[in-house]
């Protein structure tokens, strides 16, 4: 009678209600289809909100030249600094996100962003702007951005890819929606009621971290990933393996050569005799054909299971180049709107595989470090991003990414047949 009744004791640590989510011995370790939802769309939006506060700044950018009458180099400088800190500077919190979760990363840095973006409101000029929302906006957005991989990774670790190739469809979404909210919000609130505005979508950033944040109990474990004692922050073991390296570039270049249809179309569009507003919509529509080439690249990596996706940039990099050397040759505006359309698609197509690529040459144990490192690749580029040399760079990554996937397809082999047939082999096993 005794044990009876405490079976039945209800204290702090007793489950109310028990779900599908719970195994017999009380442990969250079975996510539901729906919480995985959740999460993948709340890691989604924290991409979009980094993305789109970054690209569109370009309709910012033509704005202030004219407010502050300002060089066009000075007035580069807000967006080039805050996309290089935004995608780079998680390297600086790695150890950070993995210590406190990144749930609690997406609200510590949707709340700094935030404050950054409210800050630039008040500016007098563009010094005051590029440290509150070039340098503080970005610091906390970098957190964001980063946080979002890692949640995806370790929720979806059982075959993580493809997800984070949906992941990457969050920023261009972002670069389609949030450049023509810029240009309501300066059209009706003028350029400093808009960074106000933008402000309160920065802060969306915290209600999808909490999300997050309640879904760390379904994290593959520390022990299960194998997870090193050591500060993350200071590994870069990664880096031993040159074929890393030669990836790393290719990521540097890609963003290197990128930049110039993405940050600065609408001040082009004005230099050829175009309106501001015109120029907005080509950047939507460089945003429209990126979310359709992300949705290519997360076709292409759930059907082609067999190829690995570095694989994909092999033909998808001269399709690059010929709409580098379009984009800067056509004058009508017509054929200038198409020819975003063309160099979209291939853009979007590569940028979506850089997370799917980390992880299927490295593992889940060194996903953060890698990942990380190749947002430093990323957010390098985006801080001396330049046009020079354009359709040449996309045609030397193509070549280049041939020979590592040929190498990599040699030490598989190699392996494969010293391992009797076994065709997972670890990365560490690859060097």
Same mark, same amino acid.
């Given at each position: 009678?005794?044990? *009876? ?45 980094? #993305? ?8 910012? +950018? =033509? ?7 300002? *060089? ?13 800190? #935004? ?18 990363? !997406? ?37 964001? +951005?980063? =946080? ?13 890819? %493809? ?76 880096? *031993? ?13 890609? =963003? ?5 249809? =993405? ?44 190829? %690995? ?33 063309? +160099? ?5 197509? !590569?940028? #979506? ?7 299927? $040459? ?5 996903? %953060? ?33 041939? $020979?590592? #996937? ?26």
């Amino acid at each position: 009678m005794k044990q *009876k009744m405490d079976s039945s004791l209800v204290n702090e640590t007793s489950y109310l209600i028990v779900d599908k989510e719970l195994r017999d011995n009380g442990v969250h370790r079975n996510p539901s289809r729906e919480r995985k939802l959740f999460l993948l769309v709340s890691c989604i939006i924290q991409q979009l909100i980094f #993305a789109g506060i970054g690209y569109g700044l370009s309709v910012m +950018y =033509a704005e202030l030249i004219i407010v502050f009458e300002a *060089k066009r180099s000075e007035t580069a400088l807000i967006q080039s600094i805050f996309m290089a800190i #935004a995608t780079g500077g998680g390297i600086l919190f790695t150890g950070v996100i993995t210590k406190i979760g990144p749930g609690n990363s !997406m609200i510590i840095g949707g709340t700094v962003g935030c404050i950054g973006l409210f800050l630039s409101s008040f500016s007098k000029g563009l010094t005051a702007i590029i440290l509150c929302t070039g340098v503080l906006s970005a610091l906390g957005m970098c957190m964001c +951005y980063l =946080a979002a991989f890692i949640a995806v990774s370790r929720m979806f670790h059982e075959n993580a890819g %493809p997800y984070l190739v949906i992941l990457s469809l969050g920023s261009s979404i972002g670069q389609f929606v949030v450049p023509m909210f810029y240009e309501m919000f300066i059209e009706q609130y003028t350029w400093s009621g808009a960074f106000i505005l933008m402000s309160g979508i920065a802060l969306q950033n915290v209600p999808f971290g909490v999300i997050v944040h309640y879904s760390k109990r379904f994290y593959k474990s520390n022990e299960e990933t194998g997870k090193s004692t050591v500060a993350t922050l200071c590994d870069f073991s990664v880096l *031993k393996d040159w074929l890393m390296w030669v990836v790393y570039i290719n990521f540097h270049l890609l =963003a290197l050569t990128g930049n110039f249809e =993405a940050w600065f179309l609408v001040d082009f569009a004005i230099s050829r005799g175009f309106s501001r507003e015109s120029g907005s919509l080509l950047i939507t529509a460089l945003g429209f054909a990126n979310v359709v080439g992300r949705i290519f690249g997360g076709f292409v990596r759930f059907k082609c299971t067999n190829m %690995p996706s570095l694989n994909h940039w092999i033909y998808l990099s001269p399709l690059l180049a010929i709409g580098h050397v379009l984009v800067v040759n056509v004058n009508d505006y017509w054929g200038l709107f198409a020819v975003c359309i063309l +160099y979209g698609f291939p853009f979007g197509a !590569m940028a #979506a595989q850089p997370a799917a690529i980390m992880l299927e $040459v490295t593992s889940l144990k060194k996903y %953060p470090q890698a990942m990380a490192i190749a947002n430093l690749s990323f957010g390098l580029a985006n801080l001396i991003s330049g046009q020079l040399g354009a359709a040449g760079v996309s045609i030397y990554i193509s070549l280049t990414t041939g $020979v590592v #996937a040929l190498v990599i397809k040699k030490r598989k082999e190699r392996h494969r047949r010293m391992m009797h047939g076994q065709t997972n082999v670890p990365y560490e096993k690859l060097k």
